[in-house]
């Protein structure tokens, strides 16, 4: 592989959920796309951006994949097939094995008929999908993480308010157990008026 930096194009929706006295501002989660420049890029990337991941675009030219893979620590891996087929399928096996990112899940996009066979045997655990199904995928695990998103930020509430209320049940507490004030001295009674002068 030719050592080639491209600066990646992003793609992202911001999501805002809104519910009474709850709001939730959350990026998108980043998926890595490796796709070379051509006409029918940009259009591909927008269709799967619809499915609200935050999409991060690149030529599958090495080291630079695989230092934005490194940067952008994405949930998925998206390999294009259709310009580079080898190449793209030597990009996806070093992916697969390196540690920095043997964990993620690779998705494989438009594989040539003739070359399914190899490439399901190197890489297996790599479905190959439409991209239809994978715009899916990404859309069902959005929904995932808006759920988690949603039920943190419950809980965050939650948590707040029951250390308000504990807090006021301690200084409560403190207050009905401080000793009483003793009472102050009596004041004495205002003296008898002066009598009328004799005139």
Do not use: C
Request: no cysteine; proline share 10%; charged share 30%.
């Amino acid at each position: 592989m030719a050592t080639q930096f491209v600066f990646p194009i992003t793609y992202s929706f911001l999501y805002v959920l809104i519910l009474p006295s709850l709001a939730i501002v959350r990026l998108a989660m980043s998926v890595l796309y490796l796709h070379f420049q051509n006409a029918e890029r940009n259009g591909r990337v927008q269709k799967l951006a619809k499915s609200g991941a935050h999409i991060v675009v690149t030529e599958p030219r090495w080291p630079g994949f695989f230092e934005l893979a490194k940067k952008e620590k994405p949930y998925a891996i998206a390999v294009d097939f259709s310009s580079a087929p080898s190449h793209a399928l030597e990009t996806a096996d070093y992916l697969a094995k390196a540690r920095e990112t043997r964990d993620l899940p690779i998705y494989l996009l438009r594989v040539p008929e003739d070359r399914n066979d190899i490439v399901k045997k190197r890489l297996p655990q790599a479905p190959i999908v439409t991209e239809p199904e994978l715009a899916e995928i990404l859309a069902e695990k959005e929904k995932e993480a808006q759920a988690r998103a949603l039920e943190k930020k419950e809980a965050a509430a939650l948590a707040r308010k029951n250390a308000r209320a504990k807090k006021a049940a301690t200084e409560r507490q403190t207050a009905a157990a401080a000793p009483a004030k003793p009472a102050g001295k009596p004041k004495k009674p205002a003296p008898p008026p002066a009598p009328p002068k004799k005139k």
